[in-house]
């Protein structure tokens, strides 16, 4: 990454030589999470506009690509075949992993996501800015609960196959 704009290089772990580069220069922030398509990269420039793309790991090619203002403070949740994640203009939005298709939006309005999204027995968990905790269907998107806390809701932890919410309270919570 540079201080204006991203860059993605592909080195060969065996020789240390580039196998491939891609620069973005319309974009100064980059992430990128590895799936079982290809490399996602969500990339940002002042939080104003985004796109996320997915690459062939060995050429570095474009397989699909979606204009889409990605917040890039937490990671996408990939969950099936689909890609979860959160945006900087309040929305919870899940694509196919394959065609980068949108497959439904969540709306949170004048809320934000403020943790990493988890996946738990087919349900999605995430903390907001308001202090909710949130649980939606993964594949639907349509809202299970929402449950108010007192302090900030931190990344949700899997263990055991249980769940557990940690808070700015110094608390941690389980899903009965």
């Known amino acids: 990454m540079a201080e204006l704009n991203a860059k993605l290089i592909a080195i ?7 196998v491939w580069e891609n620069k973005y ?7 990128q999470s590895k799936t079982e398509v290809g490399l996602l990269v969500c990339l940002d420039k002042d939080f104003k506009e985004g796109k996320i793309l997915m690459l062939n790991y060995e050429s570095g090619n474009e397989i699909w690509s979606k204009s889409l203002n990605c917040d890039l ?18 929305k919870i939005i899940s694509v196919n992993i394959k065609n980068g298709r949108t497959n439904w939006v969540m709306n949170l309005k004048k809320d934000q996501a403020e943790s990493n999204i988890i996946n738990f027995k087919e349900h999605i968990y995430f903390g907001t800015r308001n202090r909710n905790l949130y649980s939606l269907n993964n594949e ?5 609960f929402i449950q108010p806390f007192n302090y900030g809701i931190s990344t949700p932890i899997v263990q055991d196959n249980r769940i557990f919410f940690p808070t700015g309270g110094s608390e941690m919570w389980g899903l009965k």
């Open 140 to 144: 639907t998107g349509k809202i299970n």
């Open 12 to 18: 060969n772990n065996e020789n240390g030589e580039i």
């Open 73 to 90: 403070y937490y990671e996408p949740c990939v969950v099936n075949e689909n890609i979860i994640l959160s945006t900087y203009d309040s």
């Open 25 to 31: 220069k319309k974009f100064s922030n980059l992430s």
